[in-house]
């Protein structure tokens, strides 16, 4: 019969017109092993692992609230303290608040804007997935939005150097929301921030139990 002139890498039905395979006449790769995957290459499968750990770069978690009464605009950087132990985790070079974008009038060494991601460290092809949850201090009816930027704190949020690597995450006086930033490292030095591109009313550093709601992480991923 002619249905039973097919063949599978060589294998011919049997004269039931059944065709016995295994995994190894279909995938021309090694078997894969336990706690592996198989993924397409350019021309065949070949294996892969899914990594199960990321390496923890920067933990924040802010238990005094110590602050005072300092209020963002739209464009701000959204800057947080340092010099309590609010970072257990800090493996970048911290960028100390100052310039026009800060709530603060002027420079202030004990809260950080930026962090320094650099070359030296992380070479191209580096993956670090950041990561927030503010909780600021809000005044009646208000609302912010936060979102991850690339590009230099100290000039405006629409300047050409200043780029947003996630998404908008938008809190108010009863909902809170999360920004995550994907940063894929291009052999520069990379400042990364996160900035306040929409304040409405009153909107003012974390104070008190409120700052036990933020949590400032960030992940490498490859």
Known sequence: MSYNKITVNSKNPNING????????????????????????ASDWQTGTLETDAKGLLNYF?????????????????????????FNVQ???????????????????????????EASIYPTGSIILFRAIIGPKRGSN?????????????????????????????????YGGVACGLLVCNGNDIKVSLRVTTATGTIEQSAGVRARLQQITAKQLA
């Open 142 to 174: 208000s609302s912010c939005i936060i979102q991850w930027y690339t590009g230099d704190p100290t000039t405006a949020i629409t300047d050409s150097v200043n780029s947003p690597i996630g998404n908008r995450a938008y809190s108010d006086t009863q």
């Open 91 to 117: 493996e970048f070079t911290m960028i100390s608040s100052y310039g026009s974008y800060v709530s603060r009038p002027s420079s202030n060494p004990a809260w950080v804007m930026a962090f320094d991601v």
């Open 62 to 86: 802010d238990d005094s609230g110590s602050a005072g009464s300092y209020t963002y605009v739209t464009g701000d950087v959204y800057d947080m303290r340092k010099v309590g132990g609010e």
């Open 18 to 41: 059944d065709i016995t395979v295994n995994l190894s006449d279909l995938i021309t790769v090694n078997s894969a092993q336990s706690g592996q995957f198989l993924k397409k290459s």
